[in-house]
């Protein structure tokens, strides 16, 4: 099959052009000049299907690096399947996500690679690789991390909060660096202090302060920076990159914006409900069907931040200057019935997690039209960005010969609204209910295939592949 592209506007992360673009089969076969007769004089009779893109932007398929699919947190599991949470995610723009596969402490490193696998092979709309989560390091698991290296599983994620579930002490996270800089993987980090947190919840609670703003409020940003800090410095002696997922706090962006610059390979990203959500506003909910309890929706950590603060806007700036490198979405739903209401007589029991595969690509081309970003910096903190820092670029993150057809065709002129009635997540509320965006996703291809078509999801369970991923393209 070969499918044209016409008339739009090819987006990259270094600029913009009118262009037309040839998929041959799985991948892009040309980029080509408006009426180019390089490859002929009639292109659109020699191919199977043309798709207008006349006023709309072309862009790179969104790439997510951060999801939860299936995850088991809290007495339960997140809410989207593969099948569900893929789905939802093509809809959104994204034709790639990269999930954690989850160890706990007496789980087997290597088991749970396979058991990810199990889970998603055949059911993913959409190409996806993994990341693998180790709690409690032992020797099996940093002897599991150079046979990870070879499956494609290039970056380890460990945890300096929820001790007895994932915490790692500060010896077992410098050892685990030291084998990521052995065997060339990122290694990634919740940085958190989940020592003096785990009191602040316990004084809490003791007080009757058990309603979801005070997930918030016990886990102060002084908690975030200095165990970004901590992480730094430990990341510096045992000479490994480091990259903090879900970056919230302005102070933690000062400590990675002074190891960039003093020439460390140190990355961060943040996620949407860091830039446009606030501790005041969703965590301190009310409404007439929860109560305070509204305010459970929006639990994750780290938690949502004091809009009087100023988290949001420098998080914003430091997107524009490279001191965070991209934005995933940290995808953990969990639906309030049921779930979320685990915790109804304290917070500490809310299983953290907020949806958003679906809202990341539309979430930040808002940011577009509100002069926040420019449209060459949307694609690069979308999709290449995490397409290098995760040894996928080249394949992934571009439009260029070579390439994996995966193809947005964004329409700037159309308009959205964010609504649990409509979206796709298999979530029974809106972390963004009410949102509204200048722009639309119009179509999608993943690897040349037509699965989003003028908004409506037209493929099928199985269409995704797992990704093999090269170590990262990103460093210094």
């Known amino acids: 099959m070969k499918t044209l592209i016409t008339g739009g506007t090819v987006v990259s992360s270094t600029g913009r052009a009118t262009a037309?673009?040839?998929?041959?089969?799985?991948?892009?076969?040309?980029v080509l000049e408006p009426g180019s007769q390089l490859l002929g004089s009639d292109l659109k009779a020699s191919v199977d299907t043309v798709i207008d893109a006349s006023g709309k932007y072309?862009?790179?398929?969104?790439?997510?690096?951060?999801?939860h699919m299936e995850m088991p947190f809290g007495g339960t599991n997140a809410s989207d399947t593969f099948e569900t949470g893929t789905r939802a995610a093509a809809i959104g723009g994204t034709t790639t996500i990269i999930d954690f596969v989850t160890q706990y402490p007496d789980q087997n490193v290597l088991d749970q690679y396979h058991l990810w696998h199990e889970k998603a092979a055949g059911n993913c709309a959409i190409d996806y690789?993994?990341?693998?989560?180790?709690?409690?390091?032992?020797d099996a698991s940093l002897t599991a991390m150079d046979e990870l290296v070879n499956e494609g599983v290039t970056s380890f994620k460990l945890f300096m909060?929820?001790?007895?579930?994932?915490?790692?002490?500060?010896?077992?996270?410098?050892?685990?660096?030291?084998?990521?800089?052995?065997?060339?993987?990122?290694?990634?980090?919740h940085a958190e202090n989940g020592s003096v947190i785990d009191v602040l919840v316990q004084q809490a609670i003791t007080a009757g302060n058990t309603d979801p703003v005070y997930h918030g409020l016990t886990r102060p940003w002084q908690m975030e920076?200095?165990?970004?800090?901590?992480?730094?410095?430990?990341?510096?002696v045992a000479r490994t990159p480091l990259y903090f997922v879900h970056v919230s706090a302005k102070q933690a962006v000062e400590q990675i914006a002074a190891a960039r610059h003093r020439g460390s390979n140190v990355f961060g990203e943040t996620c949407p409900q860091y830039l446009y959500l606030s501790l005041e506003d969703q965590l301190g909910a009310h409404s007439d069907q929860w109560g305070d309890f509204e305010g459970?929706?929006?639990?994750?950590?780290?938690?949502?931040?004091?809009?009087?603060?100023?988290?949001?806007e420098e998080l914003w700036r430091a997107l524009r200057t490279n001191e965070l490198q991209l934005v995933s979405t940290d995808h953990c739903p969990f639906c309030m019935n049921d779930q979320k209401e685990l915790g109804r007589t304290s917070f500490a029991k809310i299983p953290n997690g907020i949806g958003t595969v679906e809202h990341r690509v539309d979430l930040l081309y808002q940011a577009v039209a509100t002069g926040k970003l420019s449209l060459e910096r949307f694609v690069e903190i979308t999709s290449t960005t995490p397409a290098r820092m995760f040894g996928l670029y080249g394949r992934k993150g571009v439009i260029q010969p070579g390439a994996d057809g995966d193809i947005v065709v964004y329409d700037p002129n159309g308009h959205t609204t964010i609504s649990a009635a409509t979206h796709h997540m298999n979530l029974d509320y809106s972390a963004w209910e009410g949102f509204e965006i200048d722009g639309r996703v119009h179509t999608v291809?993943?690897?040349?295939?037509?699965?989003?078509?003028?908004?409506?999801?037209?493929?099928?369970?199985?269409?995704?592949?797992?990704?093999?991923?090269?170590?990262?393209?990103?460093l210094v």
């Open 129 to 138: 690789g993994f990341h693998q989560i180790l709690s409690d390091i032992q």
């Open 58 to 67: 072309v862009i790179p398929g969104g790439v997510d690096p951060h999801t």
């Open 296 to 312: 459970a929706k929006w639990v994750a950590s780290p938690p949502l931040r004091s809009k009087h603060e100023g988290h949001i």
């Open 161 to 189: 909060a929820y001790k007895g579930v994932f915490l790692s002490d500060d010896g077992q996270i410098f050892r685990a660096f030291q084998k990521g800089a052995e065997n060339g993987a990122l290694m990634m980090m």
């Open 445 to 474: 291809l993943s690897r040349g295939k037509v699965i989003v078509d003028d908004g409506r999801y037209v493929g099928a369970r199985g269409d995704g592949v797992f990704l093999k991923r090269g170590l990262s393209q990103y």
């Open 20 to 30: 037309d673009v040839l998929i041959d089969g799985e991948t892009i076969a040309a």
């Open 225 to 236: 920076e200095e165990a970004t800090h901590r992480a730094i410095m430990i990341a510096d």
